[in-house]
T-cell receptor
Framework: KAGVTQTPRYLIKTRGQQVTLSCSPISGHRSVSWYQQTPGQGLQFLFEYFSETQRNKGNFPGRFSGRQFSNSRSEMNVSTLELGDSALYLC?????????FGPGTRLTVL | QQQVKQSPQSLIVQKGGISIINCAYENTAFDYFPWYQQFPGKGPALLIAIRPDVSEKKEGRFTISFNKSAKQFSLHIMDSQPGDSATYFCAAATWGNMLTFGGGTRLMVKP
């Protein structure tokens, strides 16, 4: 089976812009989670989607949002970008408690 | 609030030695404890995971030891190899979702 794929792999944006990141989970996996990884804060949970519904949400501002489509693909959106949003954004698909991570999208905000 | 504390932050081990990384958690509702390995430019990859009903789990050179009463768990890498040089993260979760990660340990195995 193909692994979790994330697009784009790299992204450069300026403050105030918005960005959309995409994630395709492993075939058959219905749960998708998103995490932010930064040197200062480490790996932090953003949100989880299951069958197109947000099931859990981490402690992030409302500028961070997501959605899941009927084919389990997921997108996350960050509006009004801030410098501190520069991070590696990781998507994971879950099967029987195990989360399989994609390679991430490296977002740089200038 | 950091719910999973990981130590040490960095570790240097000679080839063939044992690497030991420790984690402590606070939330007694956690019931799933995985360890992830991350190489530069890659996403974390699951190494091994344990549930609180067992005290130890071994897979190849990797062993998790779990102490429920102390709310601590550790990763032991036996016969450490240069290829094991990576960042290791412990994590905890309820029902396998919403992983709470430790701060990470950067391991360097010297040849």
């Amino acid at each position: 089976k193909a692994g979790v794929t994330q697009t784009p792999r790299y992204l450069i944006k300026t403050r105030g812009q918005q960005v959309t990141l995409s994630c395709s989970p492993i075939s058959g996996h219905r749960s998708v989670s998103w995490y932010q990884q930064t040197p200062g804060q480490g790996l932090q949970f953003l949100f989880e989607y299951f069958s197109e519904t947000q099931r859990n949400k981490g402690n992030f501002p409302g500028r961070f949002s997501g959605r899941q489509f009927s084919n389990s693909r997921s997108e996350m959106n960050v509006s009004t970008l801030e410098l501190g949003d520069s991070a590696l954004y990781l998507c994971a698909s879950t099967h029987t408690d195990t989360q399989y991570f994609g390679p991430g999208t490296r977002l740089t905000v200038l | 609030q950091q719910q999973v504390k990981q130590s040490p932050q960095s570790l240097i081990v000679q080839k063939g030695g044992i690497s030991i990384i420790n984690c402590a958690y606070e939330n007694t509702a956690f019931d799933y404890f995985p360890w992830y390995q991350q190489f530069p430019g890659k996403g974390p990859a699951l190494l091994i995971a344990i549930r609180p009903d067992v005290s130890e789990k071994k897979e190849g050179r990797f062993t998790i030891s779990f102490n429920k009463s102390a709310k601590q768990f550790s990763l032991h890498i036996m016969d450490s190899q240069p290829g094991d040089s990576a960042t290791y993260f412990c994590a905890a979760a309820t029902w396998g979702n919403m992983l709470t990660f430790g701060g990470g340990t950067r391991l360097m195995v010297k040849p």
